[in-house]
């Protein structure tokens, strides 16, 4: 039976409900000045009747810079990582409450390289999104597997294991107030990209997983996909009934590429 039969809607009436977003995660990348030319041109180049949303997230360090130059522009602002924590004896953190001092509207949370560089666990990240919305913050949780759990045939079982951990954190109303993005592992910054069909069937599954929750969260929340978008790739990508836009990692650098992936979304 189809994924839209069994929620009990249409996925392509829904899919044009929700406004696509396209969040640019810089990573560990950036300098003032180039940061100053690509926000610049970003500002200009976007049309200010754009179907989809913009979200860009320096480093902490220049978050302040950052949100100087996109202050008046229809551009949002985010963080790639905050603490659990209120405050308290975290050297080199950042909470929540200082996110919000700079007036970021979103952080990530969950992205693969936090787990796995850094053994983020998925309690872990589940009280990092809780601390994130306890500041009126909304969390990007990111979920996906790595190369060999899709080989081994385990992407719905991870997939659902690293969601399912904040859904007991925080219920399913919390996700009202949320940003899905899966991202496969093994198409982060390898050149590698799931096919259209793949993350599709991986989308289609975390709303469905949401819906038997909450039907009017599952088809409200906007579930992007992070991994190797490309502005070659984007439009066919985001063309999918489940994938409201992307989670953009080395194309965002590129002012051209990333305009060219935020005009994708139709």
Wanted: overall charge negative; charged content about 20%.
């Amino acid at each position: 039976m189809p994924v839209e039969d069994r929620l009990g809607y249409k996925k392509q009436a829904c899919h044009r409900m929700r406004k696509g977003l396209v969040a640019a995660n810089w990573k560990m990348n950036g300098r003032t000045e180039s940061n100053a030319a690509l926000l610049g041109a970003l500002v200009a180049g976007l049309d200010t009747n754009a179907t989809a949303e913009v979200l860009v997230c320096p480093p902490a360090v220049y978050l302040q810079q950052a949100g100087e130059i996109l202050q008046g522009s229809a551009i949002k602002l985010g963080a790639q990582n905050i603490h659990a924590e209120e405050a308290g004896a975290f050297t080199g953190e950042t909470s929540a409450a200082m996110l919000r001092d700079f007036g970021c509207s979103h952080v990530i949370v969950g992205h693969s390289e936090r787990r796995e560089l850094f053994q983020e666990s998925d309690t872990f990240i589940a009280a990092k999104f809780a601390a994130a919305q306890a500041q009126g913050i909304k969390p990007v949780l990111c979920v996906g597997e790595s190369r060999e759990q899709r080989e081994a045939g385990e992407t719905e079982a991870v997939v659902l294991k690293q969601l399912q951990a904040v859904l007991d954190h925080v219920g399913i109303e919390a996700f009202a107030e949320a940003v899905l993005a899966y991202e496969p592992v093994w198409a982060i910054g390898t050149g590698l990209t799931a096919s259209p069909e793949q993350a599709q069937e991986v989308h289609a599954l975390i709303r469905q997983t949401l819906a038997e929750a909450s039907q009017a969260v599952a088809e409200g929340i906007r579930i992007l996909y992070g991994g190797s978008v490309k502005a070659d790739n984007a439009g066919e990508l985001f063309a999918q009934p489940d994938i409201d836009g992307g989670l953009v990692g080395g194309a965002s650098l590129v002012a051209e590429d990333f305009l060219t992936i935020c005009n994708s979304i139709s």
